[in-house]
T-cell receptor, first 111, second 120 residues
Framework: RKEVEQDPGPFNVPEGATVAFNCTYS??????FFWYRQDCRKEPKLLMS???SGNEDGRFTAQLNRASQYISLLIRDSKLSDSATYLC????????????FGPGTRLSVLP | ETGVTQTPRHLVMGMTNKKSLKCEQH?????MYWYKQSAKKPLELMFV???????ENNSVPSRFSPECPNSSHLFLHLHTLQPEDSALYLC???????????????????FGNGTRLTVT
């Protein structure tokens, strides 16, 4: 089983839709979790960290489910500008530098 | 955003050339990383430097040689590369736990804008 898995998509949704992505991780000792967004041919940019209690930033909500070893990202009221690849990143050890990236989920928001 | 800057943005080199990629971070971080991103593959960690000491070398071929003269600068020296080394090379930095101001968890990675390398 791969360390971090994501559905590669693409997810094609109309503007205004709500879309959710899941990401599963294999190391139950993982401590830190992040969602990054990557536009075509550009560097990944931090979208949000994922906290145990879940967190929300505007239209974006991230959740962590330790029992089932997955994190999720919910995007409400999708905009055309949300079209990108969303990368799930897991750090198995708070004190290490081993950031493990998922393959990414491609989202296309259509007019 | 100029937190992490990489040069050059694009590089085309022959298999016999020697070139270097440069990365500089202005965020006060103490860990720096090189990642490789090939088409349709996840980011692959190549090297990690922690307080200028290399702490990770992910079985990278010796034709890639990193150098970290201080906690703000990172280089990747390239020589006798192969066409399959063509990829996007990303530099990143982070702040490790225990560094003032004290962190109890690892801060996220901040990436530079990458060097798109083509080996001909």
């Amino acid at each position: 089983r791969k360390e971090v898995e994501q559905d590669p998509g693409p997810f094609n949704v109309p503007e205004g839709a709500t879309v959710a992505f899941n990401c599963t991780y294999s190391n139950s000792a993982s401590q830190s979790f992040f969602w990054y967004r990557q536009d075509c041919r550009k560097e990944p940019k931090l979208l949000m960290s994922v906290y145990s209690s879940g967190n929300e930033d505007g239209r974006f909500t991230a959740q962590l489910n330790r029992a089932s070893q997955y994190i999720s990202l919910l995007i409400r009221d999708s905009k055309l500008s949300d079209s990108a690849t969303y990368l799930c990143v897991v750090n198995p050890d708070n004190y290490g530098q081993n950031f493990v990236f998922g393959p990414g989920t491609r989202l296309s928001v259509l007019p | 955003e100029t937190g992490v800057t990489q040069t050059p943005r694009h590089l085309v080199m022959g298999m016999t050339n020697k070139k270097s990629l440069k990365c500089e971070q202005h965020l006060g971080h103490n860990a720096m990383y090189w990642y490789k991103q090939s088409a349709k593959k996840p980011l692959e960690l190549m090297f990690v430097y922690n307080f200028k000491e290399q702490t990770e070398n992910n079985s990278v071929p010796s034709r890639f040689s990193p150098e970290c003269p201080n906690s703000s600068h990172l280089f990747l020296h390239l020589h006798t590369l192969q066409p399959e080394d063509s990829a996007l090379y990303l530099c990143a930095s982070s702040r490790l736990p225990g560094v003032r101001p004290l962190l109890s968890y690892n801060s996220p990675l901040h990436f530079g804008n990458g060097t798109r390398l083509t080996v001909t």
